[in-house]
Protein backbone atom coordinates (compact mmCIF):
# COMPACT_ATOMS: atom_id res chain seq x y z
CA UNK A 1 0.00 0.00 0.00
CA UNK A 2 2.08 2.90 -1.48
CA UNK A 3 -0.18 5.84 -1.16
CA UNK A 4 1.29 8.93 -2.57
CA UNK A 5 0.54 12.15 -1.48
CA UNK A 6 0.61 16.01 -2.32
CA UNK A 7 3.62 18.08 -1.10
CA UNK A 8 2.17 20.37 1.27
CA UNK A 9 3.01 24.23 1.02
CA UNK A 10 5.10 25.82 3.93
CA UNK A 11 2.85 27.91 6.37
CA UNK A 12 2.91 31.34 5.65
CA UNK A 13 4.41 32.96 8.97
CA UNK A 14 2.74 35.41 11.04
CA UNK A 15 4.85 38.62 12.53
CA UNK A 16 5.50 37.46 15.90
CA UNK A 17 4.24 40.54 17.39
CA UNK A 18 1.03 40.42 15.67
CA UNK A 19 -1.18 37.76 17.57
CA UNK A 20 -4.98 36.84 15.83
CA UNK A 21 -6.51 38.87 19.22
CA UNK A 22 -4.14 41.75 19.18
CA UNK A 23 -5.07 41.99 15.51
CA UNK A 24 -8.81 41.48 16.32
CA UNK A 25 -7.79 44.74 19.18
CA UNK A 26 -6.38 47.12 16.67
CA UNK A 27 -9.15 46.52 14.06
CA UNK A 28 -11.62 46.92 16.70
CA UNK A 29 -10.38 50.09 18.19
CA UNK A 30 -11.06 51.77 14.61
CA UNK A 31 -14.45 51.87 14.22
CA UNK A 32 -17.62 49.16 14.81
CA UNK A 33 -17.33 46.01 12.56
CA UNK A 34 -20.29 43.48 11.73
CA UNK A 35 -18.97 39.79 13.07
CA UNK A 36 -19.20 38.52 9.43
CA UNK A 37 -16.83 41.09 8.20
CA UNK A 38 -13.93 40.53 11.39
CA UNK A 39 -14.77 36.75 10.35
CA UNK A 40 -13.68 37.32 6.60
CA UNK A 41 -11.19 39.56 7.47
CA UNK A 42 -9.20 38.18 9.76
CA UNK A 43 -9.69 34.34 8.30
CA UNK A 44 -11.05 32.94 11.66
CA UNK A 45 -14.40 30.64 11.79
CA UNK A 46 -17.30 31.55 13.50
CA UNK A 47 -16.05 29.97 16.55
CA UNK A 48 -13.10 30.93 16.68
CA UNK A 49 -14.13 34.40 16.25
CA UNK A 50 -16.65 34.19 19.02
CA UNK A 51 -14.33 32.80 21.30
CA UNK A 52 -11.35 35.57 20.48
CA UNK A 53 -14.48 38.26 21.00
CA UNK A 54 -15.63 36.38 24.57
CA UNK A 55 -11.70 36.24 25.14
CA UNK A 56 -10.85 40.23 24.59
CA UNK A 57 -14.27 41.08 26.28
CA UNK A 58 -13.65 39.62 29.65
CA UNK A 59 -9.84 40.33 29.77
CA UNK A 60 -10.75 44.26 29.23
CA UNK A 61 -12.91 44.45 32.13
CA UNK A 62 -9.59 45.16 34.31
CA UNK A 63 -8.66 47.72 31.39
CA UNK A 64 -9.38 51.39 30.66
CA UNK A 65 -11.37 50.39 27.45
CA UNK A 66 -14.44 47.87 26.77
CA UNK A 67 -15.93 46.17 24.11
CA UNK A 68 -19.17 47.93 22.99
CA UNK A 69 -21.85 45.38 21.88
CA UNK A 70 -24.61 46.77 19.07
CA UNK A 71 -26.96 43.65 19.14
CA UNK A 72 -28.11 41.34 15.92
CA UNK A 73 -31.69 42.55 14.82
CA UNK A 74 -33.70 40.96 12.59
CA UNK A 75 -34.38 42.68 9.30
CA UNK A 76 -37.24 41.98 8.95
CA UNK A 77 -39.39 42.88 12.30
CA UNK A 78 -36.81 44.82 14.00
CA UNK A 79 -36.89 42.38 16.87
CA UNK A 80 -33.41 43.14 18.67
CA UNK A 81 -31.58 40.31 20.14
CA UNK A 82 -30.25 42.51 23.33
CA UNK A 83 -30.48 40.34 25.87
CA UNK A 84 -27.97 37.58 23.84
CA UNK A 85 -25.40 40.30 23.21
CA UNK A 86 -24.08 39.41 26.65
CA UNK A 87 -23.84 36.08 26.46
CA UNK A 88 -22.72 35.02 22.65
CA UNK A 89 -21.10 37.11 20.27
CA UNK A 90 -22.06 35.13 17.13
CA UNK A 91 -25.30 35.90 15.16
CA UNK A 92 -28.18 34.04 15.58
CA UNK A 93 -30.04 31.81 13.02
CA UNK A 94 -33.65 32.97 12.93
CA UNK A 95 -35.86 35.57 14.67
CA UNK A 96 -38.05 34.05 17.59
CA UNK A 97 -40.67 36.77 16.51
CA UNK A 98 -41.34 36.02 12.72
CA UNK A 99 -39.38 33.04 12.01
CA UNK A 100 -37.08 35.22 9.45
CA UNK A 101 -33.90 33.91 8.20
CA UNK A 102 -32.72 37.72 7.65
CA UNK A 103 -30.99 38.88 10.13
CA UNK A 104 -28.48 41.78 10.93
CA UNK A 105 -25.13 40.97 12.27
CA UNK A 106 -23.75 42.35 15.72
CA UNK A 107 -21.20 44.75 15.61
CA UNK A 108 -18.30 45.26 17.79
CA UNK A 109 -16.11 48.67 19.22
CA UNK A 110 -13.60 48.91 21.86
CA UNK A 111 -13.84 51.95 23.19
CA UNK A 112 -12.04 53.81 26.53
CA UNK A 113 -14.74 53.59 29.52
CA UNK A 114 -16.18 56.62 30.87
Do not use: W
Amino acid sequence: MNKKTKPREPPVPREASQTVRRSLIETLRQGFYYFEDLRREHGLSTDRLENHLDHIHRSLAQQPESLVVKAARCADCSFSFDERKSKRFSPPGRCPSCRSEYIVDPAFRIVAKE
